[in-house]
């Protein structure tokens, strides 16, 4: 697994719109696919320092380091089954929980 971080998240703006976003343009049953699959990138190489990312341009999935999402969005905790969505096009972020 590459150590690099092409995702400024500190330069990002906070979203509430992502997920709404999302499901509009692929739909409901992919983006929860695409879900799942990020979730899935964090159970098999993963760790407790890490958080999973949804790319919404491309549906891909990364892995961040938690710490630095825990700073910039001011949480003291995150929970195992969150998400971090990411739009490079709108460089904004939204924290997606799996319910």
Same mark, same amino acid.
């Given at each position: ?31 929860? /696919?695409?879900?799942? $699959? ?14 999973? %990312? !949804? @790319? ?6 990364? /892995?961040?380091?938690? $710490? ?14 969150? %998400? !971090? @969505? ?14």
């Amino acid at each position: 697994m590459k150590n690099t971080s092409p995702i400024n998240i500190d330069q990002c703006s906070l979203s509430n719109d992502l997920w709404p976003y999302f499901i509009n343009k692929i739909g409901l049953i992919k983006a929860n /696919l695409a879900v799942r $699959q990020s979730l899935d990138l964090q159970r098999m190489q993963g760790s407790n320092s890490t958080l999973p %990312v !949804l @790319i919404l341009e491309t549906c891909g999935t990364a /892995l961040v380091n938690s $710490q630095a999402v825990k700073t910039y969005i001011g949480l003291s905790y995150l929970e195992p089954g969150m %998400v !971090l @969505i990411f739009s490079n096009k709108l460089n904004a972020i939204q924290l997606l929980r799996d319910n």
